[in-house]
Antibody
C-alpha cells in the first residue's frame, strides 16, 4: 500500500523557518517525482513545488520561490520542504503527493502537515 | 499561467441524482505530445484529495463508473450519476499540460439538497 506521511508542522513566528518531511513507503520512491501542495484554511489547493525522481528538475510557485527549498533523500525514502522567511499567508495544510510521470498527475497524497505562521 | 475556472461553486444534489461540474481553462490543454492533461479530484470532508479522473476521461483505480469525465481543448466536464452520500465533498480540476505551474480550479462543493 502506498503511504505518504508528512511531519514537521507546527506554530512558527513570521520570519522564522520550518522544515517539513514526507516519509514514503509501499512503492519505489526513487522512481517517482514528488510534489508539495498546500491548502490554506477554508481555501482551495495551491501547488507549491515539484522535484523529479533524481532531483535533476526542481520547480517552485512564484509565491514561494526564493524562500522555500524542496529536496529529497532517496536512500531514506523522504521528501523535504525547507521553508524560510515564513509569512502569515503561508499558513496552510501542506500535502506531499506522488507524481505519475506517464499521466502527469498526482496519484497519491499524504494526510498533510499543518503549518501556522503567527506571532 | 493557465487559469482554471470551475462552475458552479456550490452544487446541491439529491441522493440518486445526477450532476455535472464544469472546468474551463484560459488556454488549450492539448499538449504538443497530443495528450490533454486535465484531471479531477475529490476532497472529502477532513481528508486529503483523492484522484478520480486523469487525462480527461480515465477513471483511476477503484473509482466507480458513476464518475465520468469528458471534454477537449479548454472545456471539460465531470459528470456524477446516481449520487451517493460518499460522493459529497469538494471537487477540483487540475491542469498539468502547462507545467510549471500546476494549476487547480477553485473547487465545486457537492452537497445534499
Amino acid at each position: 500500500e502506498v503511504q505518504l506521511v508528512e511531519s514537521g508542522g507546527g506554530l512558527v513566528q513570521p520570519g522564522r523557518s520550518l522544515k517539513l518531511s514526507c516519509l514514503a513507503s509501499g512503492f519505489t520512491f526513487s522512481n517517482y517525482g514528488m510534489n508539495w501542495i498546500r491548502q490554506a484554511p477554508g481555501k482551495g489547493l495551491e501547488w507549491v513545488a515539484s522535484i523529479s525522481s533524481s532531483s535533476s528538475y526542481i520547480y517552485y510557485a512564484d509565491t514561494v520561490k526564493g524562500r522555500f527549498t524542496i529536496s529529497r533523500d532517496n536512500a531514506k525514502n523522504t521528501l523535504y520542504l525547507q521553508m524560510t522567511s515564513l509569512r502569515s499567508e503561508d499558513t496552510a495544510l501542506y500535502y506531499c503527493a506522488r507524481h505519475d510521470r506517464y499521466n502527469w498527475v498526482m496519484d497519491a497524497w499524504g494526510q498533510g502537515a499543518s503549518v501556522t505562521v503567527s506571532s | 499561467d493557465v487559469l482554471m475556472t470551475q462552475t458552479p461553486v456550490s452544487l446541491p444534489v439529491s441522493l440518486g441524482g445526477q450532476v455535472s461540474i464544469s472546468c474551463r481553462s484560459s488556454q488549450s490543454l492539448v499538449h504538443s505530445d497530443g495528450n490533454t492533461y486535465l484531471h479531477w479530484y475529490l476532497q472529502k470532508p477532513g481528508q486529503s484529495p483523492q484522484l478520480l479522473i486523469y487525462r480527461v476521461s480515465n477513471r483511476f483505480s477503484g473509482v466507480p463508473d458513476r464518475f465520468s469525465g469528458s471534454g477537449s481543448g479548454t472545456d471539460f466536464t465531470l459528470k456524477i450519476s446516481r449520487v451517493e452520500p460518499e460522493d459529497l465533498g469538494v471537487y477540483y480540476c487540475l491542469q498539468s499540460t502547462h507545467f510549471p505551474p500546476l494549476t487547480f480550479g477553485s473547487g465545486t462543493k457537492l452537497e445534499i439538497k
